[in-house]
């Protein structure tokens, strides 16, 4: 994980998932969205492990340098994340950049 991704999950656990906070510097992005239009990973215990569905825990919504709307989920499973995914709300943007962290609204969970 680069910098800016560790700052992005570090701020989302703190809020919502305090007890994944500790499990961010042993998760390995064993994958990246192949899409090319998002910033989104996919995380295992080792570069090894397989894909895992996880339910959606963190549901968010911030803004990006240009002002678009950029949805952020965090799947996983009760022992830790499994995916931070990046979509564009509007469909219209394609999201190459992380949102700012200031940016950040808690759409919640249903």
């Known amino acids: 994980m680069n910098k800016s991704e560790i700052e992005f999950l570090t701020y989302l656990f703190?809020?919502?998932k305090s007890e994944w906070t500790n499990l961010i510097e042993n998760l390995k992005?064993?994958?990246r969205c192949g899409c090319g239009k998002c910033a989104s990973i996919i995380f295992g215990k080792t570069?090894?492990?397989e894909i895992q569905k996880g339910?959606?825990?963190i549901d968010y919504a911030g803004k990006g340098k240009n002002?678009?709307?950029i949805g952020i989920s965090v799947f996983g499973t009760y022992q830790m994340p499994t995916e931070l995914e990046f979509y564009s709300i509007d469909g219209e943007s394609n999201i190459i950049e992380l949102p700012k962290i200031q940016t950040l609204t808690n759409y919640g969970i249903k």
């Open 14 to 16: 703190s809020k919502e």
């Open 29 to 31: 992005v064993i994958a």
């Open 47 to 49: 570069f090894d492990s």
């Open 55 to 57: 339910s959606l825990m």
């Open 67 to 69: 002002g678009e709307l």
